[in-house]
């Protein structure tokens, strides 16, 4: 493993078990096995350290992002279930990992930090169902008078379906019937403004499985 990468992922372990705030350089040199030198080679500060572990799950998404759009062996219409499914995928991997993202995204000043995540997160996801709706006007699929436009209020729209779905299955909020009035709406817009028949993007149906797969991993303890 590369002196970098070694750093990082010393890093990561110290900061969600000592939190953010108590880790200092010194214990990141020590469990690398670092020089000073070496450190400082690789990074300026560990802020940057951790800028760069909180925006490489951005990175990952990116990439996963430019698979779909690049495979031509499916449909518009099926990337865009499946780039909805899979993301879900993505979060429920993720779960085992909470635990350590809440102490490690705890820190003095974090609001900053998490406010360009998240600003990065819905301009890479805007971006990605911006084209992938081009692919679907091209092929024939998609009849859609502003592509950037929808793919811009389509990816505020997963946003808000991941953070409600979230405060119903970890307990801070309870109102399902409005969770389901999201999806439902959320079903109906996107296939009228697609241009597709209804009920030709299940929403409803991936969005519920979802939240059912979320409620047993918070029973079963995994967050």
Do not use: C
């Not at 990074?43 to 779909?68: P, Q």
Request: aromatic share 12%; glycine share 6%; net charge negative.
């Amino acid at each position: 493993m590369e002196l970098k990468d070694k750093i990082v992922e010393v890093a990561y372990d110290l900061f969600a078990t000592k939190g953010y705030d108590k880790t200092t350089i010194a214990d990141i040199i020590k469990g690398a096995g670092a020089s000073k030198g070496g450190f400082y080679h690789h990074f300026k500060s560990k802020d940057e350290i951790l800028e760069k572990i909180i925006f490489a799950s951005i990175e990952e998404i990116v990439l996963y992002y430019k698979e779909v759009l690049d495979d031509d062996s499916t449909t518009a219409v099926a990337k865009l279930s499946e780039s909805f499914y899979r993301l879900n995928e993505a979060k429920k991997e993720s779960a085992k990992d909470w635990n350590k993202l809440k102490k490690l995204y705890t820190f003095k000043g974090n609001h900053v930090l998490l406010k360009r995540m998240a600003e990065a997160f819905e301009e890479q996801t805007a971006d990605f169902y911006h084209h992938l709706i081009k692919q679907g006007i091209e092929s024939g699929e998609f009849q859609v008078q502003y592509p950037k436009q929808l793919g811009a209020l389509w990816s505020r729209e997963v946003i808000k379906f991941h953070q409600m779905s979230r405060r119903i299955f970890t307990g801070v909020k309870d109102n399902e019937d409005e969770f389901y009035d999201m999806l439902k709406f959320d079903e109906e817009l996107i296939n009228s403004q697609l241009g597709i028949e209804s009920g030709r993007i299940r929403l409803v149906e991936m969005g519920d499985a979802y939240l059912q797969s979320m409620k047993k991993i918070v029973r079963e303890g995994m967050l």
